[in-house]
């Protein structure tokens, strides 16, 4: 054999093997990716195709489901699409990585920004109300921070405020601080949006940095996040729909987040965001052993720290809703399965979004993860 033309066979060879090596550490960082089609979408095999078809159905969403959802088991993503349009009036079609404001998820992640700051020894969930603020009430002065959490702290809840001009994080604390308190503390659980404001403005003092700040840097980069709060200048607004049911609203209390809904709602993701949180909780990324125990460390009403915590159809399964009459989100976790789904849409009020999140994860279950 001439010299040249083996080393041209050579040549060709080492870059067939270069390629092909290429190849597979693509296939591996894209695990769970198989079956991506039009706009972003993951349909993986079969079982996707089955997701696929209960999410198409009017049987299963009358009117047709406009939204987004993730479908996940064992780190593989099994459907991740976006249905519907963005915007009644321009049609354009919703992407599988569409913005959504979260509304009551949110409080899961204030949550974690409290246990967070008892991580680093700045506060404890068993502070009473007095160490945080000397003048506190004495009817609230020993209400300890676990209840606020927990939905029994027995303040009052918001029935009534203008949500839009509590602007100013002094006089929203004072106005708090001042509510009656209507049932014993830690006796009676009643959902309290006014404990997650009073939560919000506890992670800014304590932390001497915004809410918005301290969740991107202690919560959403450590789980490769990109969500963001309402108002972050790096909000890419043109991911989030302008509810493609016509109501031509993108944030249901206006596009700046005020401390009528801070702490309790506003936190801005996509579903695949949802699922990297769901990844992050699983290790050690975003909080501690001892923090993660008391994450779902049920009161009453089955409600932990910012979840609910049940056994659904025999699965352990941390879940909560979130609703602002524009918008629906629900994410359920079955953590001993591994399964995750999330679904954000426009509002509509059937079904309760918990029974077909269910579903999605009962049909989840049975697959059998890529090794």
Not at 310 to 327: I, N
């Amino acid at each position: 054999m001439h010299r040249p033309l083996a080393r041209w066979i050579v040549v060709f060879a080492v870059l067939l093997f270069l390629v092909a090596d290429v190849a597979v550490a693509q296939k591996k960082n894209d695990k769970g990716k198989k079956g991506e089609s039009a706009n972003g979408a993951t349909v993986l095999g079969e079982l996707g195709k089955e997701l696929d078809l209960y999410m198409s159905s009017e049987t299963n969403f009358p009117g047709g489901f406009c939204g987004v959802v993730l479908v996940a088991k064992g780190g593989d993503v099994l459907l991740e699409k976006g249905y519907g349009v963005m915007d009644a009036d321009t049609k354009t079609p919703m992407p599988a990585n569409a913005l959504y404001d979260w509304c009551s998820v949110t409080k899961q992640f204030t949550a974690a920004a409290i246990l967070k700051l008892e991580m680093q020894k700045k506060l404890s969930i068993e502070d009473p109300l007095k160490k945080l603020f000397p003048k506190c009430p004495k009817d609230k002065a020993d209400i300890p921070l676990r209840l606020l959490l927990n939905h029994t702290s027995g303040i009052q809840n918001d029935g009534g405020l203008d949500n839009t001009k509590l602007t100013d994080r002094e006089a929203t604390i004072e106005m708090i601080l001042n509510l009656p308190v209507v049932t014993k503390p830690g006796e009676t659980w009643a959902y309290n949006n006014i404990a997650y404001f009073l939560l919000g403005a506890i992670v800014e003092k304590v932390s001497g940095t915004t809410l918005e700040k301290f969740c991107v840097e202690q919560l959403f980069a450590p789980a490769g996040m990109e969500a963001r709060l309402i108002g972050d200048p790096k909000l890419e607004l043109a991911r989030v729909p302008r509810d493609a049911r016509g109501t031509g609203v993108q944030f249901a209390y206006g596009p700046q987040l005020t401390w009528g809904y801070k702490g309790a709602g506003g936190v801005v993701a996509s579903v695949r965001d949802m699922l990297r949180w769901h990844q992050a909780l699983a290790g050690d990324k975003v909080l501690g052993k001892a923090q993660k125990a008391e994450y779902y460390t049920v009161g009453k009403h089955d409600y932990a720290l910012g979840w609910e915590v049940s056994r659904a159809a025999g699965e352990l399964e941390y879940a909560h809703s979130g609703h602002t009459g524009k918008v629906v989100t629900y994410y359920l976790r079955w953590p001993e399965e591994d399964v995750v789904v999330a679904l954000a849409y426009s509002y509509e009020p059937e079904p309760y979004p918990g029974v077909p999140a269910r579903e999605l994860a009962r049909m989840a279950k049975k697959h059998k993860p890529v090794k």
